[in-house]
């Protein structure tokens, strides 16, 4: 029954939007990447420049309004994880900035981005130690 209610999705349309709009933020990604390297910086520095400036122009995009309709035009590509790590931080924060910056924004922030954080932390201690104890 709710399947004959339900809209049909475009699942085809969905798949190419994700994947033009995940491959042009790696594009993006890439081509900061070539600039910073052009600055003579190393590989090491060249990453974190690539990372920072990826997460700074998603919270931007984020506090404006912008990242938000991206996503719901672009689906699951404007998810790649460093951009959409810092929409899941940026948006709650907005969100309950109302309510004041301690309770509100700062009590908010990592309310989606938090369950990442706590269990992406637990399975790299496990893989960890699972290395560790397989002597590799």
């Known amino acids: 029954m709710v399947e004959e209610v339900s809209p049909k999705s475009p699942i085809v349309k969905n798949c190419i939007l994700a994947f033009l709009s995940g ?18 910086m190393t590989e ?12 700074g ?14 996503g719901k035009h672009c689906g699951a590509g404007t998810e790649v994880p460093i951009t959409g ?6 948006s709650p924060a907005i969100e309950f900035k109302k309510e004041g910056l301690v309770l509100g924004m700062a009590a908010k922030m990592f309310l989606i ?6 269990y ?3 399975t790299s201690v496990i893989v960890g130690l699972i290395y560790f104890l397989l002597g590799r």
């Open 85 to 90: 790590f810092a929409n899941s931080v940026v």
């Open 57 to 70: 122009i998603s919270a931007v995009l984020t506090a404006l309004g912008i990242y938000g309709r991206l």
């Open 44 to 55: 090491e520095e060249c990453g974190l420049m690539v990372s920072v400036t990826l997460i």
């Open 23 to 40: 491959g042009a933020i790696c594009t993006l990604g890439q081509a900061f990447r070539h600039w910073y390297l052009s600055m003579a």
């Open 113 to 118: 981005a938090g369950p990442v954080i706590v």
């Open 120 to 122: 992406g932390t637990l």
